[in-house]
């Protein structure tokens, strides 16, 4: 019996060690795929989603402030990328806003720059 507790023991350390490894691998690729600062080494690094635009909380250009930093913490400095999370980001009433902003322009062939600066003008002069 005592043989047992033994085996069963150290088959529950041999476990708990290869699990243990297993996380610091996973924790180790991790922190190496978002450095502050650093330019992405794998586009395919996945960028968190972000909250949708609410004027009844905040400010645009709060909500454009921190947009950025979001940005930047994830290594996201590609234009096209920013385009596309903004888009997919803002929420569907701000969606609709800059369809109707643009007219007939097709709003995913805009800069994300264009496509905010829009916004910041628009929001700028709604609170005249």
Not at 97 to 119: C, H, V, W
Request: net charge negative.
């Amino acid at each position: 019996m005592e043989e047992v507790i033994k085996q069963l023991v150290t088959t529950m350390q041999q476990q708990q060690q290869q699990q243990m490894e297993q996380f610091a691998q996973i924790l180790g690729q991790f922190t190496t795929a978002v450095k502050p600062g650093e330019p992405a080494q794998n586009k395919s690094v996945t960028v968190p989603r972000f909250d949708s635009y609410n004027r009844d909380k905040e400010s645009w250009t709060q909500y454009l402030q921190r947009l950025n930093q979001h940005f930047t913490v994830y290594n996201v400095s590609d234009s096209e990328q920013k385009r596309a999370c903004l888009l997919s980001w803002i929420g569907s009433e701000c969606y609709e806003l800059l369809t109707k902003l643009y007219g007939s322009e097709d709003i995913t062939t805009m800069s994300f720059d264009n496509l905010a600066g829009k916004l910041s003008t628009h929001f700028t002069f709604m609170q005249l």
